[in-house]
């Protein structure tokens, strides 16, 4: 499985962007996928995550109202829209992919519970 997110940037406090995965390679009918954020000296993060077949969705604290996941399966690609950003939300973006799908939508918060990573995207956001 091949994964590529983009559509990071540079944008100003409040200011909003729409990040993209797109999956290649291998693909499964039913699986999780997700969004976590990292900077530097610290673990990735848990942002929000997807189930495929369903559409199920579960944010973080941080971001819930702000940000908005989906998915296009006819494309094999999942979104991030990101509004109201500010200046925390600085970090690189990864979009994992978990193919075990038989726990609850809770347990996929945890970086451990995906198996495919791809390269991530840099969002910055400036004050």
């Known amino acids: 499985v091949q994964l590529q997110a983009s559509g990071g940037g540079l944008v100003q406090a409040g200011g909003s962007l729409r990040l993209s995965c797109a999956t290649s390679?291998?693909?499964?009918?039913?699986?999780?996928m997700g969004w976590f954020r990292q900077t530097p000296g610290k673990e990735r993060a848990f942002v929000a995550r997807?189930?495929?077949?369903?559409?199920?969705?579960g944010y973080a604290d941080s971001v819930r109202g702000r940000f908005t996941i989906s998915r296009d399966a006819g494309k094999n690609t999942m979104y991030l829209q990101m509004d109201s950003l500010n200046p925390e939300d600085t970090a690189v973006y990864y979009c994992?992919?978990?193919?075990?799908?038989?726990?609850?939508?809770?347990?996929?918060?945890?970086?451990?519970?995906?198996?495919?990573w791809g390269q991530g995207t840099l969002v910055t956001v400036s004050s």
């Open positions: 390679g291998r693909t499964f009918n039913s699986h999780y």
């Open positions: 997807i189930r495929w077949n369903t559409g199920d969705k």
């Open positions: 994992p992919v978990a193919r075990f799908v038989g726990l609850s939508g809770y347990h996929y918060r945890l970086s451990s519970r995906y198996d495919y």
